[in-house]
Structures are given as structure tokens and as C-alpha cells.
Nanobody, 122 residues
Framework: VQLQASGGGLVQAGGSLRLSCSAS????????MGWYRQAPEKERELLAS???????MYGDSVEGRGTISRDNAKNTVYLQMNSLKPEDTAVYYC?????????????????WGQGTLVTVSS
């Protein structure tokens, strides 16, 4: 599965973005998907995950501000981010993990997109 993340850019604090992650094959549908981000000099952190049947999980950083969704017909997963803050500035990655039980284990994610940069100005 090849993943292509898009939708990043420059946004003012308080604004919103919708990130998209397109997968190359229908094998996408059997995987749980996650969105991670990595800010400069910080570890990569899990933001949100969604199972193949739509169950979701959110990290503390985006709880209440983010919504993950997927469209299996389009092989695409989305992350809607609202009320953006300067500390949300980071490279955002989508990734696929074959089993929902490993959704919080970064090392179990087998496929990664190339990342899309989100910059939030104050």
C-alpha cells in the first residue's frame, strides 16, 4: 500500500485544515489508518486512528479539535483539524497498521505516507 498525504499548508491560528491521505490499492480497506505528526526536535506522536469499520481513537493533542474519517470507496482517510494553534505546526503523516489492536504501537505501522507540512501562524 502506497500512501500519499496532502492538504497541508499555512494557516492562521484559529483556522482549520483538512488533510487527506490517498492509498494506491484496495488493500487500504483492511487496514486501520492513523495520522501522526512530528514537530521539529520532538518525537512523532499519534493524533488519531480509524479502524477498517470506522471505529476511532484520538490522542490528547487533537481531542475535541480533530476528526478522522475514511472513505473506503475512494481509498482515502481524512483528518479535519479545527482551532489550530501555532504548536500544531509539524509535518503530518498518515500510516497504515494491519490490526486495530496495534493502533497505538508506532512500530506496527507498516506503510507511511511522505508527510505534509502544516504551519500555523500566530
Amino acid at each position: 500500500v502506497q500512501l500519499q498525504a496532502s492538504g497541508g499548508g499555512l494557516v492562521q491560528a484559529g483556522g482549520s485544515l483538512r488533510l487527506s491521505c490517498s492509498a494506491s490499492t484496495s488493500g487500504f480497506t483492511i487496514n486501520a489508518m492513523g495520522w501522526y505528526r512530528q514537530a521539529p526536535e520532538k518525537e512523532r506522536e499519534l493524533l488519531a486512528s480509524i479502524s477498517s469499520d470506522g471505529s476511532t481513537m484520538y490522542g490528547d493533542s487533537v481531542e475535541g479539535r480533530g476528526t478522522i474519517s475514511r472513505d473506503n470507496a475512494k481509498n482515502t482517510v481524512y483528518l479535519q483539524m479545527n482551532s489550530l494553534k501555532p504548536e500544531d505546526t509539524a509535518v503530518y503523516y498518515c500510516a497504515a497498521v494491519p490490526e486495530w489492536r496495534y493502533v497505538k504501537v508506532q512500530s506496527k505501522y507498516k506503510f507511511w505516507g511522505q508527510g505534509t507540512l502544516v504551519t500555523v501562524s500566530s
